[in-house]
């Protein structure tokens, strides 16, 4: 029977203690079955498609639509995360981007994650908060 040294041992125990603290820093996992997050991922701040999402969200109507459907907003801008402007930590933004397999600096794209954890829309143009609204009332849980 072969044994491991002491050191590929504690490589192994620490490479598991890395997975472990990755998937709990995953801010999605505390968001299941309780909301569904949109989630702008932006190259920049200055990308016109932030400016659209937050103006629109700014606007009283769509404000109340996306709140009755128990929607949240992260933003990843660079390398900088928040959940509905409040900031995340870097191992927080790092292991949303994972869950997404996204990547900073990518060209800007919309997700939208039901609340089972599912990836229901992947966008980087043409979509709209109205055809966003139209796809949760058609989930399952919102019926």
């Excluded at 969200?57 to 409040?86: H, I």
């Excluded at 981007?97 to 060209?107: K, S, T, Y």
């Amino acid at each position: 029977m072969k044994t491991l040294p002491l050191a590929s041992l504690a490589t192994l125990l620490l490479m598991g203690m890395a997975t472990t603290v990755q998937a709990a820093d995953n801010p999605l996992a505390a968001e299941r079955w309780k909301t569904r997050p949109l989630i702008l991922v932006a190259p920049t701040a200055d990308d016109p498609q932030v400016s659209r999402l937050r103006e629109e969200l700014a606007q009283p109507a769509n404000r109340e639509a996306f709140a009755e459907r128990e929607m949240v907003l992260y933003t990843v801008v660079g390398e900088a995360g928040s959940r509905n402007d409040e900031p995340l930590r870097p191992e927080q933004t790092r292991a949303l981007l994972q869950a997404l397999d996204a990547r900073a600096g990518q060209p800007t794209t919309l997700y939208l994650v039901g609340k089972d954890g599912g990836i229901k829309v992947r966008e980087e143009q043409g979509w709209s908060l109205e055809a966003l609204f139209g796809t949760v009332d058609r989930m399952p849980m919102r019926r």
